[in-house]
Each structure stands twice: as structure tokens, then as C-alpha cells.
């Protein structure tokens, strides 16, 4: 019993501790943060009084960016001019992230962020501005929570929103440079055309698994019809890629350093462009970056603006009024992936179902169609891995039935009258393996079942086995 009470008592104290180191925490960063607004304050006081400082940083100001305003490129002048400078993140992922610590951290004097969603466990690998007790906070409050700690004096704004045609103009309006941080190409597209027509540079960069892009667009600035500008996004891609081909990280993966990587470089380029010290900027270029390869970086140079571009050239047909009506539909122009509408409902069962068809007499044949990274992760009994880009990408059109596409798998052959489900992680691959399966006459006209697993195994874990391994 004594030992219970001490111990009680030796917590309390721990408690009791912590609470008193977590106030004396959030005085000094109240502190902190009074004197970056009364330093703010003076400045303003001083420049509206037409008073004449001694020295045109604060001394707060020196000794915090005293070690990058000593390199030639940058100096006190490119160092006002980061001061005085507004950027726009669109996105506060895992390239908005990194790209916002830097750009806070060399001080930038306004520092925006647009993003609508919030911050999941998985986002944490990469995604080093939340943190794992922020998990369902907004990202842009999460995100702006951590740069007040690393540097009060730069402005923080949150704009808790989704991008969209109709009010990217007025929050793009306010900002100097935009930074597309964003993983899909409708946004990209709708991000380049409102910069573009607003006269903004633009620094965009993608990362997917290993490998990562990036390319700084309209700089200089030019209006819409000067042949002379920099490319836009429609520029280098005037075609979107594929709906189907269209990977995000959540199907593909990401390692977190790639993203972080192409993030830091975001942030780079744009400390180059704000302070005019970018090298060349007449020559735009985009920068391939391949972690596994054994020359991980290369360079394409890119052509001028294009003379058909629909939003730079001389013969534009997007423009402000466009994208505030909403006349300018990108989702249509990217078009979609509508896999959930690939199999009819009697071709499909629920997780639920399949489990009880398995404990009946019924002897199914599984087949699992993610890649094999995904089903070493985790499987379910005696499924067949065929990765569905085998079954995609082989082309059979030999009329002769003996002979079989060769990633069949044999048990599909040797038990001819055994149904077949196939089985994915969210649903979708297993559709149009499928339909695969049903056009090369597998089915028998409709007397063998070949049907999918709604949901794939995400609804496995829901549905069937809340122990399932997510990832």
C-alpha cells in the first residue's frame, strides 16, 4: 500500500512539474511573440512618421538571419526584399511542409496557405510541420502552429478553403509569388491559369514514390499575349495525362525525403526569385529528380509559351471572368477516373458476403491484384497475387483458347467450375481486372461467377477484421 501512495505521490509531483515547465513554455512564446508584434508595430509607426532608422532590420532580425544575410547572393538587400515579400502555398502537404519551413525560417514577410483538409496519421512520415497530438486538426492551423514557434515575425495567413475557380483570383491577388504544393492536375492546371492572369510567378513541384519534379513558371511575369514570357503549366502540359494514369500517393507511395527534397528546392527557388537572383531566368527549365538512379538529377530545358496556349498566348480563351463564372470547368478538362462504375452490382459483393462464402462449401478462387510490394505486406488466405499492371499492360490476341495470357494464374485453368473473386485495396483495380478476366471468355458466357470485393480491403477491415493492417 505504501508503495501505491508513493508512487501516486511521485506523478503527482512529475504532473505538477510538467505543468509548470508547459506555463513557463507559453509565457516566453507569448513574450516571443509581443515583441515581434511590437517590432512590427515600431516599423510601421516609424514608416507612416516618416522617421529614419538607424539600421533597417531590428536587431532581433540580425542575429536570427544574420548567418544567410552574409552570403553574397543574398545580403541585406536581398534580405529586405524577403522581408517585405507575400508567398502563397497551395497546399500544406508533404511539399507544402518543407517548403514553409524554410520560407518562414529565411523570413519571409507574409507567408499564406490554402488547404482544406485535415492531418491523418499517415500524413506524418512526410509531412514534418504536424505533428501526431495535431491528428484531425486543420492542416493550415497545424501547420501555422509550428512556424509561430520557429519565427513570429513573418505574417501567417490561413485560408481554410478549397482552391477553386472562384476564389483562387481574390486569394492569389494579394500574394507576390504562388508555390503549387498540390497532387493532382485539375488543381495544377487551375493554379498555373490564375497566376498566369494575375501576373504571378509560379513555383510547382510533384513527387510520387521516388522520383520528383520541378520547373519555376511565368518568371519574370509577363501578361497574357507577350510572346516573350516564360511558359505557363499549360505550356509544358497542354494535354492532362489519363485519367487512369493519374497516381496519387495514397495508391503509389511516397518516400518522405522525395517529397522533402523537391519541398526544400520549392522554397529555394523561390527565395531566388523574390530577391532577382536566379540565374537565367530567360531560360526556363524543368528538373527531373530520381532518387534510385545513379545520376539522380536531370535537366530539360523548356520552350517559350506556346502560341495556342488557352491561357498566355495572344489568342487566349481563359480569363478572370471566365474562372470567376465557373465557366472553365477543370475537373471535366482532366476528365475522371470512373472506375466505381466499371461493374454492375450483380458483379460485385460485399466483404461481409465473401467471408460467409468462404465458410460455406463454396471453394473460391482469390486473386489479389495489387502490386507485390502491397501483398507482402499483408494478404488474405490463399489469395493469388497478379499485380494489375501485368494484367493491363500484356497484350494476348491469340484466338487459340489452349493458349492463355501468362499471367493467368493455373488454378484458374485447373478448376474450371470454381468462381472467381478478385480483390484490391480500395476497389478499383479489382473492376477492371474483372472485365480482363470477362473478355477473355473466363466466364463462360455468364456460367462461372468472376466478380470483385467492394471496397477491396479497406472494407475487409471495416466490414470483416478490424485488426487488418492499414496502411
Not at 474562372?323 to 482532366?334: E, I, K, M, N
Not at 493491363?392 to 493455373?410: C, H, Q, Y
Request: proline residues 7%.
Amino acid at each position: 500500500m505504501d508503495d501505491i501512495e508513493s508512487k501516486c505521490a511521485f506523478l503527482r509531483a512529475q504532473i505538477a512539474a510538467t505543468e509548470s515547465q508547459l506555463a513557463a513554455l507559453r509565457q516566453e512564446l507569448e513574450s516571443a511573440e509581443k515583441a515581434a508584434s511590437t517590432n512590427r508595430t515600431a516599423h510601421n509607426r516609424s514608416e507612416q512618421h516618416g522617421f529614419q532608422r538607424k539600421w533597417p532590420l531590428f536587431a532581433d532580425e540580425y542575429r536570427r538571419y544574420g548567418r544567410q544575410m552574409i552570403v553574397p547572393q543574398l545580403g541585406l538587400e536581398g534580405q529586405l526584399k524577403l522581408r517585405s515579400s507575400s508567398v502563397l502555398l497551395v497546399g500544406a502537404g508533404g511539399l507544402g511542409c518543407p517548403a514553409a519551413v524554410y520560407l518562414a525560417g529565411a523570413g519571409v514577410g507574409k507567408l499564406g496557405m490554402v488547404d482544406d483538409d485535415t492531418v491523418d496519421i499517415s500524413n506524418l512520415h512526410r509531412q514534418v510541420l504536424h505533428r501526431t497530438r495535431n491528428v484531425g486538426k486543420l492542416k493550415v492551423d497545424s501547420a501555422i502552429e509550428y512556424l509561430k514557434e520557429l519565427n513570429p515575425h513573418p505574417e501567417y495567413v490561413a485560408h481554410k478553403e478549397r482552391l477553386s475557380p472562384q476564389n483562387a483570383p481574390a486569394i492569389f491577388e494579394h500574394y507576390d509569388v504562388i508555390l503549387d504544393c498540390t497532387d493532382n492536375p485539375a488543381t495544377r492546371y487551375l493554379i498555373s491559369d490564375t497566376a498566369v492572369l494575375l501576373n504571378k510567378p509560379l513555383v510547382s513541384a510533384s513527387a510520387l514514390r521516388t522520383e520528383g519534379q520541378l520547373a519555376v513558371l511565368n518568371y519574370p511575369a509577363k501578361p497574357p499575349g507577350d510572346a516573350t514570357g516564360s511558359p505557363c503549366y499549360r505550356c509544358v502540359f497542354p494535354i492532362p495525362p489519363p485519367p487512369d494514369s493519374v497516381v496519387s500517393c495514397a495508391d503509389g507511395g511516397i518516400l518522405g525525403p522525395v517529397v522533402g527534397i523537391m519541398g526544400v528546392l520549392q522554397a529555394l527557388e523561390t527565395i531566388k526569385v523574390i530577391t532577382g537572383s536566379a540565374p537565367n531566368p530567360d531560360r526556363p527549365s524543368l528538373h527531373i529528380f530520381s532518387a534510385y538512379s545513379p545520376t539522380p538529377w536531370r535537366t530539360i530545358r523548356l520552350r517559350s509559351r506556346r502560341a495556342n496556349c488557352a491561357v498566355c498566348s495572344c489568342n487566349a480563351t481563359i480569363t478572370l471572368d471566365t474562372l470567376r463564372s465557373g465557366s472553365t470547368d477543370y475537373v471535366q478538362f482532366c476528365g475522371t477516373a470512373n472506375a466505381s462504375q466499371v461493374l454492375s452490382p450483380i458483379e460485385r459483393i460485399s466483404a461481409d458476403e465473401y467471408q460467409s462464402r468462404c465458410e460455406s462449401a463454396e471453394s473460391p478462387i482469390l486473386i489479389d491484384v495489387r502490386d507485390e510490394t502491397q501483398f507482402n505486406i499483408c494478404s488474405l488466405d490463399n489469395s493469388i497475387n497478379v499485380p494489375i499492371t501485368r494484367i493491363l499492360n500484356e497484350t494476348w490476341t491469340n484466338s487459340d483458347r489452349n493458349t492463355w495470357p501468362s499471367w493467368v494464374p493455373p488454378t484458374v485453368l485447373s478448376r474450371p467450375n470454381d468462381p472467381i473473386y478478385v480483390v484490391c485495396r480500395q476497389g478499383n483495380d479489382s473492376q477492371l481486372a474483372v472485365r480482363r478476366l470477362k473478355e477473355l471468355g473466363l466466364d463462360r458466357n455468364g456460367e462461372r461467377f468472376i466478380g470483385d470485393i467492394r471496397g477491396g480491403l479497406k472494407a475487409w477491415k471495416t466490414e470483416v477484421d478490424p485488426d487488418w493492417p492499414e496502411y
